[in-house]
């Protein structure tokens, strides 16, 4: 009976043995979807939208602003009066010149009635040919002074209406440099017109970055307000020095749209990037390393199974690697808890990391 105990004993330790081991449990974790990079980002920068042309108007003489007739933002239409002057000075100038005009004018008269006399005189033989001689020049003289004195009336006039400051095209008043009672020179900056029909986008950028960027720059022109409202750029022109401040240099832009939204003085947020040769980006945590080699583990999205894979690594940051290839743009990877995988292991997909 004894032997008997033993055996069934034995019996049982054998058939428990044959057993098979528990399954790996079910492991959650996080997870993402490779996805292949054809642009590389060169940074942020903001900006805003200004018209390409734009012009610094003055008055052509000077004297004592007395109205200013449109605000900052209005829209002219070309001859719109902008701002005058306090005339009486080149009122005056007109009035003296008009006399003085009236005055040559009646010279004038009595020099042709006395060239008559004398040449109706010297023509009976009771005159003298110094007499006529005398009489004509007076005639050709007062008639000099009176074309002068046409020019000076005229003259007058056209600075009496440079008192006025109009407008020399469509255009938004952008800025006033003076303001009414503001005694002002001839040529002086008054007022900024912008012409609001060719628009782009202005930014400043670090003199270090424009010696470095691609021929084949691409911007991204996006509202601030509104990221909806955008489009693509190029550059137009940058400032060959930077300012010695902010050690920037102003770009200008030119848009291959001009959406409604993006009127002159609109704040936009312009991103640079350049495109490059397709490369995989993955989260850091994403990677293992075993025995001096690179490798991930990539989800089996029908049967919810990982196994791992090795990679080559072409760079790496605090929070990333580019890896040259070893996946597929498309496939998702375990992003957290690579250390504690088994291949062939069931694992529970959570929501993307990114």
Same mark, same amino acid.
């Given at each position: 009976?004894k &032997?008997?105990? !033993? ?10 043995s044959?057993?098979?081991a ?9 997870s993402?979807?490779?996805? %292949? ?15 390409? +042309? ?10 004592r602003?007395?109205? &200013?007739? /449109? ?8 001859g ?7 005339p009486s ?6 009035r003296?010149?008009?006399?003085d ?28 040919? %110094?007499? !006529?001689? /005398? ?10 002074s009176l ?9 007058s006039?056209?600075?009496?209406? +440079? ?7 469509k ?11 503001? /005694? ?6 008054v ?15 670090p ?13 991204s ?14 550059i ?13 240099? &102003? ?13 002159l ?6 991103t ?6 397709? &490369? ?32 080559t ?5 605090e929070?990333?690697v ?8 498309g496939?998702? /990877?375990?992003? %957290?808890?690579v250390n ?5 292991q ?5 929501e993307?990391?990114?």
């Open positions: 009976m &032997r008997l105990g !033993l055996l069934c004993a034995a019996m049982m330790l054998v058939a428990c044959e057993k098979e528990p399954p790996e449990p079910v492991r959650p974790v996080l993402v979807t490779v996805k %292949a990079l054809n642009e590389e980002s060169l940074g942020r920068f903001a900006g805003s939208i200004q018209a390409r +042309y734009e012009s610094n108007t003055g008055f052509r003489v000077g004297g602003i007395a109205r &200013r007739n /449109v605000d900052v933002g209005a829209e002219v239409q070309k719109t009066l902008l701002a005058t002057l306090d000075d080149q009122q005056n100038q007109l003296s010149a008009q006399g005009l009236a005055r040559i004018q009646a010279q004038l008269i009595n020099a042709q009635a006395n060239a008559r006399r004398q040449q109706a005189l010297f023509d009976r033989g009771v005159g003298a040919q %110094a007499q !006529l001689d /005398v009489a004509t020049t007076d005639l050709k003289t007062t008639q000099a074309d002068q004195a046409r020019a000076a009336v005229s003259q006039k056209d600075q009496l209406s +440079y008192t006025e400051l109009r407008a020399d095209h255009a938004v008043v952008t800025a006033w440099n003076a303001e009414a009672g503001q /005694v002002v020179t001839a040529g002086q900056q007022v900024t017109l912008a012409q609001p029909d060719i628009k782009e986008a202005v930014i400043d950028l003199d270090t970055l424009v010696d470095q960027l691609p021929s084949d720059v691409v911007f022109v996006a509202a601030q307000l509104d990221p909806s409202i955008n489009t693509t750029a190029i137009r022109e940058i400032e060959p020095q930077a300012q010695s401040a902010t050690r920037t240099r &102003r770009a200008r832009l030119s848009l291959a749209e001009t959406p409604d939204g993006f009127r003085g609109t704040a936009i947020s312009v640079l990037s350049s495109a490059i040769k397709p &490369r995989l980006e993955l989260p850091l945590t994403a990677l293992q390393e075993v025995d001096g080699k690179s490798r991930i583990w990539v989800i089996d999205t029908q049967s919810k199974t990982v196994s791992p894979r090795d990679v690594v072409i760079s790496r940051t929070h990333s580019v890896l040259a290839g070893g996946v597929e743009n496939e998702r /990877v375990v992003s %957290a808890g504690s995988l088994k291949p062939g069931s694992v529970k997909l959570d993307d990391s990114q």
